[in-house]
């Protein structure tokens, strides 16, 4: 290398700072964008079979029930939940994020296959398909080295845009796979055959096979010459400090573990809130509105898809949103205030009680003639089951309330769970993340295992009151003491307050003193000779080249007068 490093205008001002070449610089954001790839094809692992899972498993078994078919969609969360921390610990315990995250796509490959074939399992079939799920869910517990590996090479001022696009690279994992979903429909039921008959490939098995072949080709991605780790967080708060090392810097650094668990509280929360919201929202729709089985899922599907695009919006426009205000204000006001008034407005204000549907062990009498259609369409059956008792004395949600509640979600949401994520990695600092990346993932998993649960216990037996009550007060005090420990969530400044002393021997071993406002640390070129430095302009180059070496620190002689 020669005696000062090129600077490229094309490596944006904010971030030239010596730090990288272009080509690392380059190098590092392609790394990112695999794990923006790996992110979304986790998600869309989970989506792709979620429309698809309770005809094809009725297909194969149509004994198992809907009761089993909940076991088998809690399996995916609960693989994640458990498996998550220890991803995580895997990675920091080895320093690279490579081979857990070719093992995990080497799982989620087989588990996706296991999913696509289990018609050539006839027996037991149920729990091979509740064992693919539940693999597949520990393979995607990779999403906490995901995130860590986020936080490590990224910047400071990087970090906000970063987690911005890996959770919008995440909601579209969740709104791609049930359009994959649809789209392989026209193959059928019944679909191809295949190895004799025994493999079938249609529109139940083709997601699989689409997961498939898409993590072959991210497990590529992986593989080394196509994939570098560039961890520039930590180099970049060691500069700052001016210590000799990166393990020194974060060794330094204690993280603040009552806003860490505040926001991994915060996380479980707000995911809570919007996973009840998307189990139940087709039912709620059903009993508070009348609708069919067809009209509610076509309302629901443009209601969602205007969601969705209200919610990419809404990613892409958080991160010039924290230019103009602090993180913490837009996380509090603009994320966790619009969640409480979104669940607030699903307190029912109606008039009256919604229409109440009959049962369908309608009794007919013996004698005489009776008719009667017996189709869920009919209209006799639409509306709040009288088997939910609370259906008679509970006043109807209005439709308008609907929509202005799941608008005011829509755009919430993104903002908490992208800030709560990224407050959360500028707290901890630039220490090795993965442990609690994984304890966030569980969280978040947790959450969606428990709120099914929460549906089936709360809302059928005791409605709507107590459901939006509930969870009204559990983003309330949320968003509480989120502002009570809003100090806490400004991440802490690495700069190296006791100004930096470059200390350099003459020949005369007489010191050389810099100002603060010259230079913040000073590196060392190990196994070289001492680099003799006459002036000014000679010691800025010296400076200048050891930065661009990323060396720990250099011998700079001051030559006589």
């Known amino acids: 290398m020669g005696n000062t490093c090129k600077k490229s205008q094309k490596i944006p001002d904010d971030v030239d700072d010596g730090l990288e070449t272009l080509d690392e610089y380059r190098s590092r954001w392609r790394s990112v964008r695999v794990i923006y790839f790996t992110m979304f094809l986790m998600s869309l692992g989970f989506s792709i079979i979620l429309t698809g899972i309770w005809p094809y498993l009725n297909k194969l078994d149509p004994k198992a029930g809907k009761e089993f078919m909940g076991l088998i969609v809690a399996a995916n969360p609960l693989g994640q939940m458990i498996f998550s921390p220890l991803f995580g610990w895997w990675s920091n315990r080895i320093g690279s994020i490579r081979l857990p995250l070719l093992c995990s796509l080497v799982l989620f490959t087989f588990a996706s296959g296991l999913y696509s074939s289990l018609e050539m399992r006839p027996d037991n079939v149920r729990f091979w398909m509740l064992i693919s799920r539940f693999l597949i869910g520990v393979s995607s517990a990779n999403i906490a080295v995901c995130r860590s590996y986020l936080s490590a090479a990224t910047r400071l001022s990087e970090r906000t845009k970063a987690v911005s696009m890996v959770s919008l690279a995440q909601v579209l994992g969740f709104i791609v796979g049930p359009g994959l979903q649809t789209a392989v429909t026209p193959l059928g039921n019944e679909g191809y055959t295949f190895l004799w008959g025994s493999l079938v490939f249609n529109m139940y098995t083709a997601c699989g096979w689409i997961n498939v072949f898409m993590s072959i080709g991210n497990f590529i991605m992986f593989l080394p010459g196509l994939f570098e780790e560039h961890k520039i967080a930590a180099r970049e708060i060691m500069i700052k400090q001016g210590k000799s090392s990166e393990r020194e810097t974060w060794k330094a650094i204690k993280p603040d573990y009552v806003s860490a668990w505040t926001l991994i509280m915060a996380f479980f929360v707000l995911v809570f809130n919007f996973v009840l ?135 919430g949401y993104p903002i908490g769970v992208t800030l709560i994520q990224t407050i959360f990695s500028k707290v901890l600092g630039p220490r090795p993340q993965g442990v609690w990346m994984g304890l966030m993932t569980g969280a978040g998993c947790l959450s969606r295992v428990l709120g099914p649960v929460f549906v089936g216990v709360i809302y059928t037996r005791y409605g709507t009151y107590w459901t939006f009550g509930i969870t009204s007060v559990m983003m309330f005090v949320a968003m509480i003491w989120l502002l009570v420990e809003k100090k806490r969530l400004i991440p802490p400044t690495f700069d190296n307050n006791m100004g930096a002393e470059l200390q350099t021997m003459s020949t005369n071993k007489v010191p050389l003193q810099l100002e ?33 070496s990323r060396r720990n620190s250099i011998t700079i002689v001051v030559a006589d007068k």
């Open 277 to 411: 919201l998307e189990t139940l929202g087709t039912s709620l729709t059903m009993d508070q509105f009348a609708w069919s089985d067809h009209e509610a899922l076509y309302y629901m599907g443009i209601l969602m898809a205007v969601g969705a695009i209200v919610a990419l919006v809404t990613f892409i426009a958080i991160n010039p949103l924290c230019k103009i205000f602090p993180e913490h204000y837009v996380l509090i006001w603009g994320g966790f205030s619009l969640m409480v008034l979104g669940r607030v407005l699903y307190i029912p204000w109606g008039d009256g009680p919604p229409v109440i549907a009959e049962v369908y062990n309608v009794t007919i009498p013996l004698t005489g003639n009776a008719t009667m259609d017996l189709e869920p369409s009919n209209a006799v059956f639409l509306g709040c089951p009288k088997t939910q008792p609370w259906c008679e004395l509970t006043p109807a949600l209005t439709l308008t309330q609907f929509i202005i509640g799941y608008a005011f979600t829509s755009i």
């Open 516 to 548: 603060e406002t010259d230079y913040k640390i000073v590196p060392q070129i190990d196994d070289e000779a001492p680099a003799l430095v006459e002036n000014e302009d000679e010691l800025d180059t010296a400076l200048n080249t050891a930065l661009c």
